[in-house]
């Protein structure tokens, strides 16, 4: 059994919520289909009358670098400077919390959405890890009462490629 990243929040009602990604899943992503079973596993519920949206970013650059990344958005939020964001980058080996993470989500007209800006800082007044990413394919599924939009990625940062995927959960 390989490493286990957890990112873990409180949600808006105070209860607690994690995502789990196993670090050789996250490394073995591959061309990434929207359609395929997640990466990650959530733990514990999600209150739809609290959460509006939980947008989820798993990735893996071509130099070893992964990306799990989490951000969940309060009913009623004014805009993604409200929601609660936490990742973590680094090897399979060493992947590490980041002190702060920016996501910003870029939707067509169609709804769906077409490009994902990250900033991804280690420290705390540090340099952010910057990693961009293009929607190259989309699907939904709805299972218990919420729907799931998966975006595959292309991903790019500082001259490396990589693939990811973008899960967006919300109340079907």
Same mark, same amino acid.
């Given at each position: 059994m390989g490493e286990v990243l957890s990112i873990k929040f409180t949600d808006?009602?105070?209860?607690?919520? !994690?995502?789990?990604? !196993?670090?050789?899943?996250? $490394?073995?992503?591959?061309?990434?289909?929207? @359609?395929?079973?997640?990466?990650? !596993?959530?733990?514990?519920?999600?209150?739809?009358?609290?959460?509006?949206?939980? !947008?989820?970013?798993?990735?893996?650059?071509? @130099?070893?670098?992964?990306? $799990?990344?989490?951000?969940?958005?309060?009913?009623?939020?004014?805009?993604?400077?409200?929601?609660?964001?936490a990742g973590a980058l680094g090897k399979v080996d060493a992947l590490a919390q980041l002190a702060e993470a920016l996501v910003s989500t870029e939707y067509g007209p169609d709804g769906l959405p077409s490009r994902i800006g990250l900033e991804l800082y280690r420290e705390d007044g540090g340099l952010p890890v910057r990693v961009a990413g293009e929607a190259t394919a989309t699907a939904t599924s709805d299972q218990g009462g919420v729907r799931r939009l998966s975006a595959a990625l292309e991903l790019r940062s500082s001259g490396d490629s990589g693939v990811g995927v973008l899960d967006v959960l919300s109340r079907a």
């Open positions: 808006p009602a105070g209860e607690p919520l !994690r995502i789990e990604w !196993r670090g050789e899943q996250l $490394a073995a992503l591959d061309r990434a289909l929207p @359609d395929t079973e997640p990466v990650w !596993r959530l733990g514990g519920e999600l209150d739809w009358d609290e959460v509006e949206a939980l !947008r989820i970013v798993s990735g893996r650059l071509d @130099d070893g670098r992964l990306v $799990a990344l989490a951000a969940l958005r309060p009913a009623g939020a004014g805009g993604h400077g409200e929601e609660l964001v």
